[in-house]
């Protein structure tokens, strides 16, 4: 059978017209380049996954998987409920309710997201102690009790206190909800005689389902994720047996299937809640909205709102940040110590040069995808944001295998021509350690900056392509200006997650390197809390500027 010539020069004519390769230019591959850099920790855990599990692994899928895998569970599962118990609550009231105080919880329960889960656990431990400040109170009116009495350094103990930390990111979430939902749903009920509670139950809460499970997936990420909290009250999980296959055994192929399990339980939970949605959609007319009329309910449910709104953020935030200042207070720790600022210079630099760059990603993809609106565009725009739902102690393990092997290329290289002199250059060095943070946290810096283009108009750009203006020019000059609120917004809350990070830290650091994290984690584990103290406040003051940001934002206010 003979080729037709012209047949075939007519179809690579077609080819070449499509519309896919008349766009592949630098804002497209820089596209796929984050997205390709992403999918790096995934990319290596599904290779080696497929190598087959090692006689460790065995072992530890005979004596303690299980055991790591029922605790994961039941942590999430019992912080999530914990959780959207304290955020959904405290979010009604504060949105539909009038009572003592409202504007001040309006924002200040927001403050336990400037804490990390590690540092409350470290300060609730501390509390709980027979020589902590309960005890002692107690023996001062003559109660005598024995050491373990208020024993919570457990598994129970370690979920209420994840939850008291943890329940801002629903809280956050259901209030912008409840906020802005439309009145004409809650007057209706009022109208036909329902009460607010009933209100609540059968027309508002269904309504915000979107808000809940946005919330809770939060939520059940950091739960997840977390290493300094579970690590420090000796309950075992997924993260740490992570921690423990690769540092404590030294399999890394024990690792892998380790970190394998956990991205199965962070699918399935995710997996779980989409299959039962089904295809519901959850919407509400905005048209002819007005602002919403609070309840005015009577003297004692206002002062019982005040309490029940005051339960969280004593617990998540000013009791643990009181047992660390009195722990400072008694510490020879001097905040003008050289290593101590050498600890705050390591931690404020890699944090600025993560928001830096992950806001500057962030922007370059958005606009990329805002230049060519293709599904293939969007779709490697959804990728690019996939870290955040990826564990730390994942992504620490899917990246430090690959930059072990371009190493060991390079150190083949360098010896050729310089002699057995060549080191490691990328395993163990801030270059690795600052991509790991861009895996894990670009999502944060994202998704402002993708709100403040939502709010920009696409005319400035089709004038700008009339007359004749290169793209990137139309973004300096015109899209910059215009999004400066969402690229701040990004780079402070890029700037504290670095800041809180511990497993992933702990993991990719370079030798003989610490933050203010994995300090404060050093000191506590070795029994030296007091001197854990100055770099736990030193972290927690930096969370409080963005934490009230994030509060104005969710306010609706400049």
């Not at 790096?40 to 299980?66: F, K, M, N, Q």
């Not at 259901?174 to 209706?188: D, G, H, I, V, Y």
């Not at 939060?218 to 993260?239: I, P, Q, R, S, W």
């Not at 050289?338 to 958005?366: D, E, K, Q």
Request: proline letters at 5%; a positive charge; hydrophobic letters at 55%.
């Amino acid at each position: 059978m003979w080729l037709d010539v012209s047949k075939l020069s007519a179809a690579i004519g077609r080819i070449k017209n499509l519309r896919v390769f008349r766009v592949i230019n630098p804002w497209t591959l820089f596209a796929f380049l984050c997205a390709a850099l992403i999918a790096v920790p995934l990319v290596t855990i599904l290779y080696y996954l497929l190598e087959g599990p090692s006689e460790t692994w065995h072992h530890l899928a005979d004596t303690v998987l299980l055991t790591y895998v029922l605790n994961s569970i039941f942590l999430v599962v019992g912080v999530s409920a914990l959780s959207l118990l304290f955020g959904v609550s405290t979010a009604w009231l504060v949105s539909t309710n009038t009572f003592y105080g409202r504007s001040f919880f309006e924002w200040a329960l927001i403050l336990p997201l400037a804490v990390p889960t590690y540092i409350v656990a470290i300060a609730y431990a501390g509390i709980f102690d027979y020589t902590g400040p309960l005890q002692q109170f107690s023996r001062s009116l003559g109660l005598e009790f024995g050491p373990n009495f208020f024993e919570i350094v457990n598994l129970q103990g370690v979920m209420v206190i994840m939850s008291f930390v943890l329940y801002p990111y629903v809280y956050v979430l259901c209030r912008a909800w409840f906020a802005n939902q439309s009145s004409k749903l809650l007057e209706s009920g009022r109208i036909l005689g329902s009460s607010p509670t009933r209100t609540f139950f059968t027309l508002a809460l269904p309504v915000a389902r979107p808000a809940l499970v946005a919330g809770t997936s939060l939520v059940m990420m950091e739960v997840l994720n977390d290493y300094g909290a579970v690590k420090y009250f000796g309950v075992n999980t997924l993260t740490t047996g992570i921690f423990r296959s690769w540092f404590s055994l030294g399999d890394i192929s024990a690792a892998i299937y380790m970190c394998g399990v956990l991205m199965l339980v962070v699918f399935l939970l995710l997996g779980l809640e989409k299959w039962q949605r089904g295809k519901a959609k959850y919407d509400f007319d905005r048209s002819g909205s007005k602002p919403l009329t609070r309840y005015n309910p009577t003297t004692t449910k206002k002062i019982l709102a005040t309490i029940w709104c005051s339960i969280p953020l004593l617990l998540g935030f000013l009791f643990p940040v009181l047992m660390l200042i009195n722990w400072y207070m008694i510490s020879d720790t001097g905040i003008m110590d050289p290593a101590f600022a050498t600890l705050v210079g390591n931690s404020f630099s890699l944090a600025a040069t993560t928001a830096f760059l992950g806001v500057a990603v962030a922007v370059l993809l958005i606009y990329s995808i805002k230049l060519y609106p293709f599904w293939v565009m969007r779709i490697l725009g959804k990728f690019a944001i996939l870290g955040y739902s990826i564990p730390g102690a994942v992504i620490a393990v899917g990246i430090m295998i690959p930059l072990l092997y371009l190493d060991n290329r390079l150190i083949q290289y360098l010896e050729y021509f310089l002699g057995p002199q060549a080191g490691l250059l990328l395993t163990g060095s801030l270059v690795g350690l600052v991509f790991a943070y861009l895996v894990r946290f670009l999502a944060v810096g994202y998704f402002p900056v993708e709100s403040a283009f939502r709010k920009t108009s696409d005319q400035y750009l089709g004038a700008s392509r009339v007359l004749g203006i290169a793209p990137a020019r139309t973004l300096f000059k015109i899209y910059f200006p215009l999004i400066r609120t969402g690229i701040l917004s990004g780079a402070l809350l890029l700037f504290v997650d670095v800041m809180k990070e511990l497993p992933l830290t702990l993991i990719m650091r370079p030798f003989n390197f610490n933050t203010l994290a994995t300090r404060a984690f050093e000191l506590a584990s070795d029994e030296m809390v007091a001197e854990a103290a100055a770099p736990s406040l030193v972290i927690i003051l930096t969370g409080i500027l963005p934490i009230i940001l994030l509060s104005k934002l969710v306010s609706g206010k400049k």
